[in-house]
Structures are given as structure tokens and as C-alpha cells.
């Protein structure tokens, strides 16, 4: 097959989500299929995912606690998104800390300094985590 030297890259187990994508959006199998189940429970164990949230800080933020937007594409807001894009969700307790500094810090704002109150973009981002 033409491109079977690219579906075997995919499928390597050094980066799990890539892998996990590649069965379960390429090769159509099905979520409850061993082998998916076992590459989505390693994308917080090794590559991109894990290097990501190994920089976290034990509070719950990556960069800053006091900007969970700046600097930008390093700080929190950016490390949740593609923590999203590589497949995790709430489910791990990692992004769920992040995502809850998200309401505690965000939400909790006046509404004249709410960003939830007129920024589109920030309020999509933020739902993905």
C-alpha cells in the first residue's frame, strides 16, 4: 500500500494522541477498541501532552498565575488548548484545575472586566477545556 509508511508513522506509540487520532479518525476504529483505549489513556504519559503538563504549576497554571492569557502561547489559556487539540479533556484532574482557574478568576470579574462579557474568542477557547 502507497501509504502504509505513513499510517505506520502515525501509529507510532511515542506520541499517543497522534496515534489515538490516527485509529480512531483514520483507520475508523472504534473507541471502546483496546488499542485506542490504551493510546488515549498514554496521551498524558508521554510525548507532547506529557511534556506540556509537566510544566504546570501546582496550582493549576502554566507561565503565570496572575495572566492565565499572557504570555502569549505559553500561558495557560494557549497549554489548555492544546492540551484539547492532543485529546484530553476535564477528565484529567490536571486540565480540570486549569479549567477551574478559569471560572474562579475569570467569571468572578466585574462585569465591566469580565472578558466572558464581550471577547467571542476567549469564550471559545475556554469552553474547549
Same mark, same amino acid.
Given at each position: 500500500m502507497k501509504h502504509q509508511k505513513?499510517?505506520?508513522w502515525l501509529l507510532e506509540e *511515542?506520541?499517543?494522541?497522534?496515534?489515538?487520532?490516527?485509529?480512531?479518525n483514520l483507520l475508523g476504529c472504534r473507541r471502546q477498541d483496546p488499542e485506542v483505549r490504551e493510546a488515549y489513556s *498514554?496521551?498524558?504519559?508521554?510525548?507532547?501532552?506529557?511534556?506540556?503538563?509537566?510544566?504546570?504549576?501546582?496550582?493549576?497554571?502554566w507561565e503565570s498565575a496572575k495572566s492565565l492569557y499572557t504570555p502569549k502561547y505559553t500561558?495557560? *489559556?494557549w497549554m489548555c488548548l492544546i492540551l484539547s487539540d492532543l485529546g484530553l479533556t476535564i477528565e484529567d484532574k490536571r486540565v480540570k484545575k486549569a479549567?477551574?482557574?478559569?471560572?474562579?478568576?475569570?467569571?468572578?470579574?466585574?462585569?465591566a472586566e469580565n472578558i466572558f462579557n464581550d471577547?467571542?474568542?476567549?469564550?471559545? *477557547?475556554?469552553?474547549?477545556?
Amino acid at each position: 500500500m502507497k501509504h502504509q509508511k505513513v499510517i505506520d508513522w502515525l501509529l507510532e506509540e *511515542n506520541q499517543p494522541a497522534v496515534r489515538y487520532f490516527a485509529l480512531s479518525n483514520l483507520l475508523g476504529c472504534r473507541r471502546q477498541d483496546p488499542e485506542v483505549r490504551e493510546a488515549y489513556s *498514554n496521551i498524558p504519559k508521554r510525548g507532547w501532552a506529557f511534556d506540556i503538563l509537566r510544566l504546570q504549576e501546582g496550582d493549576g497554571y502554566w507561565e503565570s498565575a496572575k495572566s492565565l492569557y499572557t504570555p502569549k502561547y505559553t500561558a495557560t *489559556n494557549w497549554m489548555c488548548l492544546i492540551l484539547s487539540d492532543l485529546g484530553l479533556t476535564i477528565e484529567d484532574k490536571r486540565v480540570k484545575k486549569a479549567a477551574d482557574l478559569f471560572l474562579k478568576q475569570w467569571l468572578a470579574l466585574p462585569s465591566a472586566e469580565n472578558i466572558f462579557n464581550d471577547e467571542v474568542c476567549i469564550v471559545g *477557547n475556554t469552553a474547549r477545556c
